[in-house]
């Protein structure tokens, strides 16, 4: 065969040979040449990991050129003018809504940053579902914001692409994609319940083939345009899909397609019974042919449906059944047609199939750039969408399926051209409806709200996975997304039958998750469904709600607005209807979904506000109004019920769905349609009916009874307060909110912002996200709406982010302005708006401190009384409910009660109470004509008041009311008064008739008879309509009279005289409040001043209420100065019985209570206040002073220690020793130090890198190797200090305590489980005291009293005197302690501090673990304990007195223990360095080249090392004088080092000038404290026969250019020798106590020598002081000088540049710093996020950063892992001795490693408002916040972590 042939030959001669053939005009050999050669290729029977095809579809595609070339040539006629870049998730992209037309828009990085976007609102976000980049897309976003690649219209200027360049690609690419496409009908199996599927396998064979179209489509526009044709060309399609006849292969793959396609429950068109009216509908269409809506309606393969509906049955035994409807709602077309006419189609077919694998997903979106592409894609996406919602249901994976849906959706439905084609064209919004509807419909169950038995409603059953894991996620998203497009919109709005469908849907959910109150037993399981029914009515009905709301604004949509609301109606009455529903809600029952209401709500709100409709048009009659009322009422009820605990026993998750009801996301969806509804049949309801409805619904009518004692049949006591209180509060706010009343969107968000300001200081963030985002968006779009920041900036300062000592870092905060306060605080709003209820208390207390700080108000205030922004006028009515005889009859009652005592009154009854009489007054009903209503029913009520207006009622008097009252009452004994006034109701016979609706507890004649009347008129309006249902209702409640299990007491009428009217009581009230008889004067009104009404307490809200009803009414005026006028008040009944002096004496019992306790708080926190001194790093002199006296105290007498624990005092002694509580902790903290002041930068490009060869540690390191090369190994030792990298830093607290009673704490600590952060096996705990982390105890030796006087004593004796003292006590040998308890634990510390480095921080020697390995390290400790004080310090001793880091400071202590330990060693007296300091020695004979390695050089030594050394070798105490006697011989050696060092820097001329000027001094008298004459002495003695100077004589002239003078000299020795004098001050101000004297900078030197007794006394200031001049020289200077040059010039192994080096050290290193950040985080983010780790070379998930020294790791990789340990652990231990500090690179927070434990440590980088953004969630710009750095770098460098740092956590080396 010829195939066979052209595959054996060469791939790309062939390609080439082929693609000429084909160039011919007659190409028909070569057409048939290429097509076996496909056959032969693209063999799908071959196994698809075979990669040899793809290898010669390369080469044929590119015609005999190399790929690569290919792609390149392809590219150069790339006319795209879209970005169209794909990414998948977790990929960073940008946001920008200043240029975003559709809230979905999003930019790659590259096109971000390449446009310009300064000053506007973007974010940079974490892309979770994946999305693609709309750069270029001008239906999407705005073009300005375009980048500059996509900006300039690239397609315009590309030549126009050669004919033949890719002739090959389209005779090649169609056969490939079939391939592809039978390889996946081959690979796809049925699930089966046996075998899981192995799905995965096959794509993962079809890698390479996928992502090689993957590479196709990123070619370019003209590649995308080859594709695009074959894959939409139905020609194509045909004669490959089906396969020619003698193929066999072909026909059987085919088979498996059309069976997939049947299995999927869907019908190839052909096979329907009417094919023919099928095909007639497509065609006309064309492309990828309309769905076949219409028409068709053969039912499904009847087999199919069952099975799939069994299985489903199946899986939901033991919950309640399913309900299957019949589904005569949609046309089964949708759901059950599919037919395939292209490969586009077959290929999105088999991704829904394989579950949308991301490469094909990918390749699919990568494709949209290509117009013609773009739509015809849609199409098919459309036409599939009843199959992608099935297979989502079915699938096991639906969140990544549901994520990769909506990748693809959510490209093609922002774009409103496009949505509104594909609705025209394929029916999308019938498609999107029906496939919801049917999604929903395969959960519902029977609704069991009201009548359970006989509903015939069916809900959504929020237990199924379908609601529990959000699966209808991608599909409402996407009806959401194309409803945001208007054109959309309206065609939905104008389907009549669309909207019924819609409808139909949303009553799914009306009722979903009933609640019903548990009585008896706590409810055993706890279901969490509440958060599915939520999050249903929020996307499900809410969304889409507010969607089409945005298209409802103006006249010209009035049609739409009374369509919605005349179906929401209708839904609603067949809704009442199917549940049963008469006129009484069942009790007991809560749901909190009602969408149908809030629909209805929402519309009717719209339209009254900005489509200028009349409000009674929309309205139904009285009666449904009545019904409308009933669910959201009974919710407000049950609101109030939970809070009062009436649902305890339905857990906890009650009180959950309570909260989530007025939550920010939920309350604009919920509570607010709720609320506003209520306030429509408010207004247009009989008010007396509307107010008693209330108060039956939240079960309080029994207790309104002027009667002092009632029965409850309803509510225990303890619930009758919170439960009228929640019904009086829900009228004020019923009458008061003005949400959708009237008020502006500005005037809304302002409110809202004020109330959630008020609560608490928000940060902005918090502010956005408690801010309801409807009816009033945030972003500020809307035009002519005032901004988010705009209103901010008008109610609110912000507060810059703050740090306290502590280390608890704030964020920036917003705080409302003080006029806020005063003007704008509404009470109200915040009650409405607060899901916990302790922040209206917390509101309330913010109030109160601001009016005590304005000295407005001092005592405690009452809510103030905020006026309203009028209502408008449809909505006038609702006034009517603060003027009806009920709800007055309910004040006046609740008054005299209150002024009464009766029980379960409050303070915040009045206060309501007050409120609604005030709402009255200022909201008075302009047209009194319903007064004079000439109705029958209407007189018998006049008994109580006159007429329904406030005003007039407010005076009328009330003499006698009837009330019932159990016999045991106070009120029977009384005598009845002789004569009945009209006040005793004429009713009184007829309660006896209505006990059948009140029960038998009714007790007060006039009220309550009233609303019982009230009741049955409106129970006649309704039964007119239905007399037989209310027949089989009635006999149920009106049973036979009710007798209570305890059988309380009969109930008896009593009379009671009154003669009170509510003015009276307000007074009398008014007294009570201000405990004064009289308090108001008859003339009071008169000198009335009202400016100070707003703010106060309940007088003054009493006083407010009476002035503003005598400014309206003379009448009222008179008679309040008629009531003042009585002089004696009437003394209020019952003030001298028994339980009221119990009251007084509780009173006085809590007074004094109130005062023992602030008694004991003021004691506290006096005792609390001295410890924080002591503890706490908060400097205050006072405190230093007392440091520095303790201090000095210590020697002067035995010392005596408290034990925190016991809390005994007593010394420490042998046997029982006391030790101070410390932390033991490694640090690498100096070794980090570096030359210069500077901070190191962090690099952020590949150009930038830190060099660690210049720091402290790495410097020491070099200088120790060197050393060990040439000299003695146990000399070097002594020679230098190591513990720069991993020294012990101990620090303490400062609290003592018996060790014996340690140990017995740490076995309690042991034996205590809860241990939080800290390990007790590693000796870890918390001071018992302070609670200040701690891990060891270093005990305190006995104190010595007597010789501490002798100690001090300044001496006389001639220096020569004391070196020999010094020798003669280095000579004793150390006595061995005792063995004692002390010496024990000296030894247990010991260890410990061993214990707390690693072991590469100590072995320095050459043979580790020798004694002077051990000697090294310990006097190290005390070095580096040393070193980090001055650090503390602030690297001098010029700030003098106790520091910060004193207080921490336990060196005293420290030196004794390691002294104790050190003295085991002694020092062979040979090698014993102060004799080389203080004599000349004589020439040794040869003997001393026996030795392998000579000694180490004085010169070389350090001398603060020595000077350790001497003073812990040397029996202790040590006496002052010999300590300064060390002191002054090493500063001899020191001082002429300094001079070495110097004249190295010197050039070979300034060298030899010095020498001889001076060697001329050398004669005079003070030679030997001159330094010309020193340094002479040292050049000419290094210059000789070996010089040292010989190597860097040209070097050194090149460098230095400056000349040196005596000053510049004289201060560089100042400088080499200041370190030395530092320590030895430090170690001299912790040994002997003696005071730091605190010194300008420039004087520092002057200032130590003084107090090192170096030099006699104060120098005078006009003196300088000369550094030579504190020299005191044993034995004579230049003899001792020429003895120490010559051991460095003697020296025969060493090279004269090794010698310079250690010669030339500089001890001066400035303070430790961490690197130094960028301003901008964006920098580093972009630098790093994409980084390739240097380890493991892959880009880390989680990449983090060392802060110290820069290095990039892979936070928890385990690419990076080290026998088990993470990398950032590893590098803690490397880099840190255990202390790392990190930023990760994702999350912006910077994470802190010590030791075993972790903590967060909050972030550095701030947004413009001061917040920090943890995980970089809301991708806003963020700053490096200064402060905060310098808090972290100080902890660092205090190490302090461990105490500010509250929440560590083991990290078990994950990290």
């Not at 507010?546 to 609603?572: A, D, F, I, P």
């Not at 003695?1581 to 860097?1592: A, E, P, Q, R, W």
Request: aromatic residues 8%.
């Amino acid at each position: 065969m010829m195939a066979a042939s052209l595959l054996r030959r060469d791939k790309k001669a062939t390609a080439a040979h082929l693609k000429a053939d084909l160039n011919r005009t007659d190409n028909s050999s070569g057409l048939r040449q290429l097509q076996e050669l496909l056959d032969a290729v693209l063999n799908p029977e071959k196994p698809a990991a075979d990669t040899e095809a793809l290898d010669w579809c390369k080469c044929l595609i590119a015609g005999g050129e190399g790929f690569e070339e290919f792609c390149k040539t392809v590219r150069s006629y790339d006319n795209a003018t879209l970005c169209g870049l794909v990414w998948t998730a977790n990929f960073v992209a940008y946001r920008c809504r200043t240029c975003g037309i559709s809230p979905c828009m999003s930019l790659c990085a590259e096109c971000f940053n390449n446009g310009d976007h300064t000053g506007h609102d973007f974010n940079m976000f974490r892309s979770q579902a994946g999305g693609a980049c709309d750069c270029g897309d001008s239906n999407v976003m705005r073009e300005s914001g375009f980048c500059r690649r996509h900006r300039l219209r690239t397609g315009e200027n590309v030549p126009s692409i050669p004919r033949d360049l890719l002739l090959m690609s389209e005779m090649v690419l169609p056969r490939f994609i079939l391939c592809i496409i039978q390889y996946l009908r081959d690979g796809y199996i049925e699930p089966d319940t046996s075998t899981e599927r192995d799905l995965q396998k096959v794509l993962q064979q079809l890698e390479p083939q996928i992502s090689f179209l993957e590479e196709l489509t990123k070619m370019g526009g003209a590649m995308r345009t080859v594709l695009t044709k074959i894959l939409t060309n139905q020609q194509t399609f045909k004669e490959l899909s089906m396969g020619q006849e003698e193929n066999l292969y072909a026909k059987k793959n085919y088979d498996k397609y059309l069976s997939a396609l049947k299995n999927s429950g869907l019908v190839s068109v052909e096979e329907k019974a009417q094919g023919a009216t099928a095909d007639v509908t497509v065609g006309a269409e064309g492309g990828a042919g309309a769905l076949v809506l219409l028409g068709s309606t053969a039912p499904a393969s009847p087999d199919e449906s069952n099975k799939e509906e069994d299985q489903d049955a199946g899986q939901s035994v033991g919950q309640r059944k399913r309900v299957k409807l019949s589904s005569s709602t949609k046309d089964p077309c949708i759901i059950e047609t599919l037919k395939h006419k292209c490969f586009l189609e077959e290929l999105l077919f088999w991704t829904i199939k394989y579950e949308f694998p991301q490469k094909m997903v990918t390749f699919l979106l990568n494709m949209l750039p290509d117009q013609d592409y773009k739509i015809t894609f849609t199409k098919t996406f459309v036409q599939h969408y009843a199959f992608i919602m099935k297979t989502l249901m079915k699938s096991h994976e639906s969140d990544t399926m549901s994520n990769r849906i909506v990748h693809i959706s959510v490209q093609l439905f922002s774009n409103e051209e496009l949505a509104r084609h594909v609705t025209e064209e394929c029916q999308l919004l019938d498609i999107m409806v029906t496939v919801l509807l049917y999604m929903m419909e395969s959960c519902l169950i029977k609704s069991e709200l009201q009548d359970e038995e006989n509903s015939r409603h069916v809900v959504v059953n929020c237990s199924e996975a379908l609601l529990k894991n959000n699966t209808y996620w991608p599909l409402v998203s996407d009806f959401i997304n194309i409803l945001s497009h208007q054109s959309v919109a309206k065609k939905f709005l104008e389907d009549h039958s669309l909207l019924m469908l819609w409808m139909s849907f949303v009553s799914f959910f009306q009722g979903m998750n009933l609640n019903k109150r548990e009585l008896n037993e706590h409810v055993e399981f706890e279901s969490q469904t509440y958060y599915a029914a939520f999050a249903a009515e929020l996307e499900a009905c809410a969304q889409p709600m507010w969607g089409l709301l945005t298209h409802c604004k103006v006249k010209e949509t009035q049609e739409y607005t009374k369509t919605v609301v005349r179906y929401c109606l209708e839904t609603l009455q067949i809704w009442f209807d199917a549940i049963g529903f008469i006129d009484e809600p069942a009790p007991n029952q809560v749901t909190f979904h009602l969408p149908l209401h809030r629909y209805y709500a929402m519309f009717l709100s719209k339209a009254v506000k900005c489509q200028g409709l009349d409000l009674d048009s929309l309205l139904p009659d009285q009666e449904m109004l009545m019904k409308i009322m009933v669910h959201p009422l009974q919710i407000q009820a049950c609101l109030s019920e939970i809070h009062s605990n009436m649902w305890v026993r339905n857990g906890l998750q009650i009180k959950g769905q309570a909260m989530t009801y007025v939550q920010s996301h939920f309350c604009n969806s919920m509570i607010d349609p709720d609320i506003y509804l209520l306030q429509v049949c408010a207004s247009r309801l009989d008010p007396d009916y509307f107010i008693s409805s209330v108060f039956e619904r939240f079960k309080v009518v029994d207790l309104l009874t002027m009667a002092s004692q009632h029965q409850n049949a309803v509510l225990d006591s303890e619930q009758e307060r919170p439960m009228l209180e929640g019904a009086l509060t829900f009228l004020v706010i019923l009458t008061s909110l003005r949400i959708h009343l009237g008020m502006t969107d500005d005037e809304i968000l302002r409110a809202e912002m004020v109330s959630q300001l008020c609560m608490n200081d928000r940060t902005h963030s918090a502010l956005l996200d408690l801010i309801p985002e409807n009816p009033n968006p945030k972003s500020g779009i809307v035009p002519g709406s005032c901004s988010f920041e705009e209103m901010l900036s008008a109610v609110a300062d912000f507060k810059a982010p703050v740090f306290e000592p502590g280390g608890s870092m704030q964020q920036g905060m917003y705080t409302p302005k003080a006029e806020v306060w005063e003007k704008e605080f509404d009470p109200i709003m915040v009650v409405l708006r607060t899901v916990y209820r302790r922040d209206v208390q917390s509101a309330m207390d913010r109030y109160s401190a601001f009016l005590k700080q304005c000295g407005i108000h001092t005592g405690n205030p009452w809510p103030p009384y905020k006026e309203r922004t009028p209502l408008h006028p449809c909505y006038k009515g609702l006034i009517k409910l603060l003027h009806c005889k009920t709800l007055h009859i309910v004040i006046f009652t609740l008054l005299y009660k209150i002024w009464m005592d009766h029980q379960n009154m409050s303070e915040h009854v009045l206060c309501m109470v007050l409120y609604l009489i005030e709402l009255g007054l200022d909201n008075q009903v302009q047209d009194n004509t319903v007064d004079e209503e000439p109705c029958i029913e209407e007189h018998c009520h006049d008994s109580w008041f006159p007429g329904t207006n406030l005003l007039s009622n407010l005076h009328h008097v009330i003499n006698f009311v009837r009330v019932r009252v159990p016999e045991t009452a106070p009120e029977v004994k009384r005598e009845a008064p002789p004569s009945t006034s009209t006040e005793a109701s004429s009713y009184g016979q007829n309660s006896r008739r209505l006990t059948g609706n009140w029960r038998e507890n009714l007790r007060e004649a006039q009220v309550f008879s009233l609303v019982a009347e009230r009741r049955r008129k409106f129970q006649e309006i309704i039964n007119r309509s239905n007399t037989e249902a209310t027949q089989v209702v009635r006999p149920k409640s009106s049973s036979t009279r009710w007798v209570p299990p305890g059988t309380p007491p009969q109930l008896v009428t009593e009379i009671l005289e009154i003669r009170e009217s509510m003015l009276s009581l307000l007074i009398k009230l008014h007294q009570k409040l201000s405990s004064k008889q009289n308090s108001l004067s008859a003339s009071w009104l008169e000198d009335m001043d009202t400016s100070r009404h707003a703010h106060g307490d309940g007088i003054t809200a009493i006083e407010r209420i009476l002035t503003k009803a005598a400014t309206r009414s003379c009448q009222i005026k008179r008679s309040i100065q008629d009531i003042c006028g009585k002089v004696c008040p009437p003394v209020p009944p019952k003030k001298n019985s028994p339980t009221d002096k119990k009251t007084m004496d509780k009173e006085e019992r809590r007074q004094r209570a109130r005062e023992r306790q602030q008694k004991l708080l003021a004691e506290f926190a006096s005792r609390q206040k001295s410890f924080m001194e002591t503890a706490m790093d908060v400097e205050s002199p006072e405190t230093e002073a007392a440091m520095d006296l303790g201090a000095s105290e210590v020697m002067e007498s035995e010392v005596l220690y408290d034990c925190v624990i016991c809390g005994q005092s007593g010394p420490s002694t042998e046997d029982r020793p006391t030790g101070l509580v410390v932390l033991l902790q490694a640090s690498s903290v100096l070794g980090h130090r570096c030359k210069s002041k500077e901070a190191k930068n962090l690099p952020t490009s590949d150009e930038e890198h830190i060099y660690a060869a210049d720091t402290c540690g790495v410097a020491h390191d070099v200088r120790l190797t060197l050393m060990q090369r040439f000299f003695k190994d146990s000399s070097c030792l002594q020679s230098v200090s190591i513990g720069w990298d991993g020294g012990v830093y101990v620090q303490t607290c400062g609290h003592t305590l018996h060790i014996d009673c340690h140990k017995s704490y740490m076995e309690s600590l042991r034996n205590d489980q809860v241990l939080q952060g800290f390990s007790v096996d590693k000796g870890e705990f918390t001071c018992p005291l302070c609670r200040q982390f701690a891990n060891s105890v270093l005990p305190c030796r006995p104190g010595r009293g007597t010789e501490a006087g002798t100690w001090h004593t300044p001496t006389n004796k001639k220096t020569c005197v004391l070196v020999k003292e010094v020798e003669d006590l280095q000579e004793k040998l150390g006595l061995f302690p005792t063995e004692s308890n002390l010496s024990k634990e000296m030894e247990l510390v010991i260890k410990d501090i061993k214990n707390t480095t690693q072991k590469k921080y100590m072995d320095y020697g050459k043979n580790p673990g020798s004694p002077d390995n051990d000697f090294l390290f310990m006097y190290s400790v005390a070095r580096t304990n040393l070193e980090l004080e001055l650090v503390h310090r602030g690297g001098n001793l010029c700030s003098g007195g106790a520091s910060a880091a004193a207080k921490r400071s336990c060196l005293n202590q420290l030196f004794h223990v390691l002294a104790m330990h050190m003295r085991l060693y002694s020092i062979d007296s040979a090698y014993n360095p102060w004799t080389k300091l203080t004599q000349v020695a004589q020439s040794r004979e040869a003997d001393d080249f026996d030795e392998e390695r000579p000694e180490v050089p004085m010169l070389f030594r350090d001398v603060p090392s020595l000077l350790i050394i001497f003073v812990l070798t040397m029996p202790q105490p040590l006496r002052k004088e010999h300590f300064t006697c060390v002191v002054k011989m090493l500063y001899n050696l020191q001082f002429t080092q300094a001079l070495a060092a110097l004249s190295s820097k010197f050039s070979p001329e300034e060298r030899h000038a010095w020498s001889t000027a001076g060697a001329l001094k050398k004669n005079t008298a003070n030679a030997e404290k001159s330094f010309e004459a020193l340094l002479s002495h040292v050049i000419s003695d290094l210059s000789t026969d070996k010089s040292v100077y010989k190597v860097n004589a040209e070097e050194t002239s090149m460098l230095i250019s400056s000349v040196w003078s005596p000053q510049s000299i004289e201060f560089s020795l100042q400088q080499f020798c200041l370190p030395f004098l530092r320590l030895s001050c430090l170690l001299q101000h912790h040994l002997y106590g003696d005071n730091l004297t605190g010194c300008l900078e420039e004087e520092e030197f002057s200032s130590l020598a003084v107090c090192l007794g170096l030099l006699p006394s104060a120098p005078q200031p006009s003196s300088v002081v000369h550094s030579a001049s504190c020299l005191q020289w044993p034995v004579g200077a230049f003899d001792l000088v020429t003895q120490w040059c010559v051991e460095v010039t003697g020296l025969s192994q060493m090279q004269a540049e090794q010698s310079l080096t250690l010669l030339v050290q500089d001890p001066l290193w400035a303070a430790p710093r961490l690197l130094q950040l960028p301003d901008n985080y964006n920098i580093i983010f972009q630098y790093y996020h994409r980084k390739a780790c240097t380890a493991c070379k892959k880009v880390p998930k989680d990449p983090a950063l060392c802060l110290v020294c820069g290095a990039f790791v892979c936070l928890k990789g385990v690419c990076c892992k080290q026998q088990g340990t993470c990398e950032c652990v590893l590098h803690s231990q490397h880099c840190g001795a255990a202390t790392g500090i990190f930023l990760l690179i994702n999350a912006s927070v910077i994470i802190i490693i010590r030791g075993h434990r972790f903590c967060l440590w909050g972030s550095v980088y701030l947004d413009a408002h001061g917040e920090e953004d943890r995980d970089l969630r809301r991708g806003k710009p963020l700053f490096l916040c200064e402060e905060r750095y310098r808090v972290l770098e100080q902890q660092w460098v205090s190490h302090t972590f461990d105490h500010i740092n509250k929440r560590w956590g083991p990290h078990y080396n994950g990290l």
